[in-house]
């Protein structure tokens, strides 16, 4: 740690002559089942292979639920590294991000270290959680600090805070629309990027087991099928919503032991109150959702908005129009048909 610095007792750090109260580290045990792949590419990311190397500060990214919040915890596990998460969000400031001050109870100002800063001058794991919530002013004031430079400014406390040679940090990313674009200069900085994508079914059983021991056997199998059909389908259940739909099911298959819900019914109850009635028919969601994205509709022109088809305002009114001719004139030869003797 820099000479200027000072751990003191009880979590508290000083620099230059002001004390920071330092967050707790996030105490989780959990194991990453299958995958070890992207496990592996996360921790190189974190290797420093000579004394003019630095870490890399990688993207976690894939769908909601998908296990990126556990893919960094376990690999802070793996290094036997603390573990500190931040959740960013829309409204996040600078000093949230770094440095909060906290009126006291004798009335000063105390100084509380965000996880972030907390894992800076411990030298542990931070993970910025939905990192793309985040505005661009508070992922400014992290642009030293992920690069070479290593360091971040609190204009709060008026102190430059330097990041301790063990400090590991990576940005966990969902593949959904975000309130704020990160802006270049900051995703030039978060690099690699390490994609997520959904276990395959026997991966996904294992998980299952390990959150849910109790579940049924006959239940877990259910779920999983399921699970693995969305993933064919590219709809965005994910094995979170699977723990929780199965974790629901089995509280209810419980609460109705005086009068017994069979399991089909228990786990399509827990299947449609999780995720909504449209998860009980997969293929029909799947295609209303093709629908909506264009994949099986003609597309509108302007003139659509204000004309019907057949109007002769409608700037292709000629082309309906030549298509109208062919079948009154098939119509008339009809008739005419009709009207010939022979």
């Not at 330092?22 to 105490?27: G, K």
Request: charged share 30%; net charge negative.
């Amino acid at each position: 740690m820099d000479m200027q610095n000072s751990e003191l007792p009880s979590g508290r750090v000083e620099i230059d002559n002001v004390t920071l109260h330092l967050a707790q580290p996030h105490d989780i045990d959990s194991e990453w089942i299958g995958q070890r792949e992207i496990l592996d590419q996360l921790i190189a990311c974190w290797l420093v292979v000579d004394a003019k190397d630095l870490p890399l500060s990688p993207r976690l990214v894939g769908p909601p639920g998908i296990g990126k919040t556990a893919l960094g915890t376990a690999a802070a596990k793996v290094r036997e590294q603390e573990l500190y998460i931040y959740q960013c969000t829309a409204d996040t400031r600078p000093e949230d991000l770094l440095v909060t001050p906290v009126l006291a109870e004798n009335g000063r100002i105390a100084y509380h270290a965000s996880p972030l800063v907390s894992a800076m001058l411990r030298g542990g794991v931070c993970l910025l959680d939905e990192g793309n919530r985040m505005n661009e002013k508070s992922w400014a004031s992290l642009a030293p600090l992920l690069d070479h430079r290593r360091y971040a400014e609190s204009i709060v406390a008026g102190i430059t805070i330097p990041a301790h040679r063990d400090f590991r940090c990576a940005v966990t990313m969902n593949q959904d629309e975000s309130t704020y674009e990160i802006p270049d200069y900051i995703l030039s900085r978060l690099q690699p990027t390490l994609a997520l994508d959904y276990p395959n079914k026997q991966d996904e059983m294992a998980i299952l087991k390990y959150h849910l021991p109790f579940a049924e056997v006959d239940m877990l199998a259910m779920t999983v099928e399921f699970l693995q059909k969305s993933h064919d389908l590219k709809l965005e259940f994910s094995t979170r919503d699977g723990i929780n739909l199965l974790r629901y099911a089995m509280k209810r298959m419980y609460q109705s032991q005086e009068h017994p819900i069979n399991k089909d019914n228990s786990w399509k109850e827990a299947l449609a109150k999780c995720l909504g009635d449209d998860a009980l028919d997969l293929d029909a969601l799947a295609d209303r959702q093709r629908r909506t994205l264009g994949g099986d509709s003609v597309p509108l022109g302007l003139g659509d908005f204000f004309f019907n088809q057949g109007d002769p305002m409608h700037p292709d009114f000629d082309e309906f129009d030549d298509d109208d001719d062919d079948d009154d004139d098939m119509e008339l030869f009809d008739d005419d048909d009709r009207d010939i003797p022979f």
